[in-house]
T-cell receptor, first 113, second 116 residues
Framework: AQSVTQLGSHVSVSEGALVLLRCNYS??????LFWYVQYPNQGLQLLLK??????LVKGINGFEAEFKKSETSFHLTKPSAHMSDAAEYFC???????????FGGGTRLMVKP | EPEVTQTPSHQVTQMGQEVILRCVPI?????FYWYRQILGQKVEFLVS????????KSEIFDDQFSVERPDGSNFTLKIRSTKLEDSAMYFC??????????????FGPGTRLLVL
């Protein structure tokens, strides 16, 4: 079975500050890992993904995440927060033998001016 | 850019009524999914569909639920007799195929279902 834990259901940062959203997963087989963003009243949009290869992956809007197998983590970062980054962020895992995505509980990012 | 579309965006129904949620996946995709998100809770997997049959389903997807791809473009989720606890946002998703470069599931904007 696989699971995803996102530490911090709410994270608040100032505009221009570093964004760090934490994600830890458990999976019995090598995982595929995803970050999705959900803006208010909208669907889920893919930010970035890790499947194989380079462990540091870059996504849209200046976000990146690093797959650390030893820590079973896939934390999402952005060097400088923008007001438009305010949204809910979901980490998800899919094992490469399965079909479904398992989501974390989500982290709501608030950006203060 | 191709996208997954869903209709209606909002649906209000009475408990015990049947509802059909509709999705049009991206045209060259082969795998189709339904997820739901009860307000304030996690996004949960319901069912996956490939080659005109269910490939995987969760415990949530009981006999009250069914899926169908009636015409090669639409993908529907039917709830036969809705319950209050079925109130949620329902997301459709589709995926191109297998392999590391086709792993992304693309989500629609969702249908918000309210059961009264």
């Amino acid at each position: 079975a696989q699971s995803v834990t996102q530490l911090g259901s709410h994270v608040s940062v100032s505009e221009g500050a570093l964004v760090l959203l934490r994600c830890n997963y458990s999976s019995s087989v090598p995982p595929y890992l995803f970050w999705y963003v959900q803006y208010p009243n909208q669907g889920l949009q893919l930010l970035l993904k890790y499947t194989t290869g380079a462990t540091l992956v870059k996504g849209i809007n200046g976000f990146e995440a690093e797959f650390k197998k030893s820590e079973t983590s896939f934390h999402l970062t952005k060097p400088s927060a923008h007001m438009s980054d305010a949204a809910e962020y979901f980490c998800a895992v899919r094992n490469n033998a399965g079909n479904m995505l398992t989501f974390g509980g989500g982290t709501r990012l608030m950006v203060k001016p | 850019e191709p996208e997954v579309t869903q209709t209606p965006s909002h649906q209000v129904t009475q408990m015990g009524q049947e509802v059909i949620l509709r999705c049009v996946p991206i045209s060259n995709h082969l795998y189709f999914y339904w997820y739901r998100q009860i307000l304030g809770q996690k996004v949960e997997f319901l069912v996956s569909f490939y080659n005109n049959e269910i490939s995987e389903k969760s415990e949530i997807f009981d006999d009250q639920f069914s899926v169908e791809r009636p015409d090669g473009s639409n993908f529907t989720l039917k709830i036969r007799s809705t319950k209050l606890e079925d109130s949620a946002m329902y997301f459709c998703a589709s995926r191109r195929g297998t392999g590391a470069y086709q792993e992304t599931q693309y989500f629609g904007p969702g249908t918000r279902l309210l059961v009264l």
